[in-house]
């Protein structure tokens, strides 16, 4: 009996998947729990109208980020925080902070997993170097820290 998975099964697939399964498994294990579905034509259909509308919004955000980075490329960004009389600063800026900060700053979303510090954390005043990956694209720009006052 084919079937459409709704929701990952360990050791037998992930949602979307479409199986061939026992008829008995299916029909007192999957469909009662809400696991999957019988695959009907329309079901199948559905399911790759679903997937197309997922693949076309992933295809937009990705080339709205783009977009957006194109604007910071090769540029140097303003951030300020509180620092020491030495120049350490109290909270260290990470891939999570900066996300945090473009995203206020540029009003797009960027994942932490896509941005690179040189250096790892920066910790000090001054001026530090970041990568961002998106795609198949790399963008480079520096983060000029400064002390608030």
Avoid: C, W
């Amino acid at each position: 009996m084919k079937v459409i998975l709704q929701k990952s099964v360990p050791k037998l697939g992930k949602a979307g998947d479409i199986l061939e399964v026992n008829p008995g498994y299916a029909q007192n294990a999957l469909f009662p729990k809400g696991l999957a579905i019988p695959a009907t034509p329309i079901a199948i259909a559905s399911l790759e109208k679903k997937v197309a509308g997922l693949k076309n919004q992933k295809e937009q955000h990705i080339a709205e980020v783009t977009s957006a980075l194109a604007t910071i490329n090769d540029k140097t960004i303003t951030y300020t925080a509180k620092a020491n009389a030495q120049g350490t600063l109290f909270s260290k800026i990470d891939a999570i902070t900066l996300a945090h900060f473009l995203e206020q700053k540029l009003h797009i979303h960027i994942d932490p997993k896509h941005i690179t510090i040189d250096g790892g954390t920066i910790k000090t005043l001054g001026t530090a170097s970041f990568t961002v990956s998106a795609s198949d694209k790399k963008i480079h720009a520096s983060l000029s820290i400064e002390e608030e006052k």
